[in-house]
């Protein structure tokens, strides 16, 4: 298969991208300032991210689909309000995740912010589950760009007036250049900012004014230690079909209401693991060293008994040491618990500890 | 730096005396992207020619460092331990990794020196 290009290709190339392929998309992993000053930058000013490879699902329909798509996540969609977002999952009948997920209520129905790597699969299973009843589109013809850090909401209301009164987790529809763009306060780096979703058309020229008006292109290697240290789950990594939300520490992402009524695909075992809780947990790990612990990394306890893995690890820039996230048996989950994790034959300690390792605070409420 | 020859696997090393110094070469550091992790060989310990003698981690990942040389390790360079952002700054000259004494002068021989090592990193990374 050949692999797809964003419309924001020839932007990357002018900003020197180094590109891997990614979900069959050429992407770029970073820019010329490289990985750690890219990071720092979204931390302290803004950074562009190109995400148009994740996929963009609107679903048509009324109040019979509010119903019908409660039967899928476990969300309270039926009380979600115009432009509201909530993180959700797609989930098998033993609650293991085939994605995790943003929704937002749009007028016309719910617009679903995919992983580019499980979209189609993603599409495939929701168009069966809801019998072909609603109109589905998984739209090819939208970027969606990413703008993070302190300094966007400056930068982007200067190109879309308006966009500085969005409230975390909530979007709307705006204009620029007289064309109808979707905007979410929302991101995946801990930072305050915002997902735009945009024509193809539109999205070189749109992203250039945002790079004009001082934000600066981010790759996805300095996104992916963002999200780490920010404690965020990255799909195929803390998520998988083997892994339910309760092992993945997200029941907050579960609503109370729906988990009283359990009529939804995964219920009976959501809710057997909350009562009953689990055998393995999803944790931040803290290395006392330098030593960078990568995925697959095994984890030891005291007594040199295995009890888990690691899911993602790397330096973390802001933290400015390493940090990582990984799958322990539960009764070694506590906060402050010492385990060892074996990198090239060697045992190092390292210290169980809560997430995220990097916190700012998200614009909440109205000011 | 006539002296200095290069590895395929991106070592620079300067010999002077018995004594080689040996450190990863800027193109190296260029393919890696911002290192944050070394870890050399314990002093007093003796490495083999292409065997690995030390590790550098990018954000991305890790990648063994080879000596090009047998010898006995005779210094390390902590500054590149405790910083290891030094290695992007100056990969040729003040953040080399570690020194040997080294055993045979002829494992010299079969290194390139400066203009076929350019030659073979434009090729590698092409």
Known sequence: METKKTSLYKLHQDHKAKFVEFAGYQMPIQYADGIVEEHKFTRNHSGIFDVSHMGQLFIYGNEDLSK?????????????KLNQSKYSFLMNDDAGIYDDLIITKIKEGFLIILNAACKLNDFKILKKLLNDKYKMI??????LIAIQGPKSV??????VGG????????GNWFSFNEEKIYVTRSGYTGEDGFEISVANDTADEFTRKLIENGAKMIGLGARDTLRLEAGLCLYGH???????PVEANLRWAISKERISKGDFIGSDIIIKQ???GVT?????IKPEGRIIAREKTK????????IGEITSGTFGPSVNGPVAMGYVENEFSKKDTKVFLEVRGKKHPANICGLPFYKKSYVKGAI | MSDVKYSKEHEWIKLEGDVATIGITKHATEMLGDIVFTELPEKGSNVEKDGTAGVVESTKAASDVYTPVSGEVVEINQAIVDDPSKINQDPENTAWFFKLKIKDKSEMDSLMNKDDYDKFAKESSS
Request: proline share 2%; aromatic share 8%; glycine share 2%.
């Open chain 1, 68 to 80: 019908d798509l409660e039967k899928i996540f476990p969300l309270d969609l039926r009380n979600l």
């Open chain 1, 138 to 143: 998984l739209d090819e013809k939208r970027s």
């Open chain 1, 154 to 159: 400056e930068i982007l209301n200067v190109i």
């Open chain 1, 163 to 170: 966009v500085e009164d969005l409230n975390f987790m909530t």
């Open chain 1, 238 to 244: 803390e998520l998988d079909k083997d892994k339910t």
């Open chain 1, 274 to 276: 909350l009562n009953d």
């Open chain 1, 280 to 284: 393995k947990v999803r944790v931040g």
């Open chain 1, 299 to 306: 984890i030891f306890n005291q007594s040199d008994l295995y």
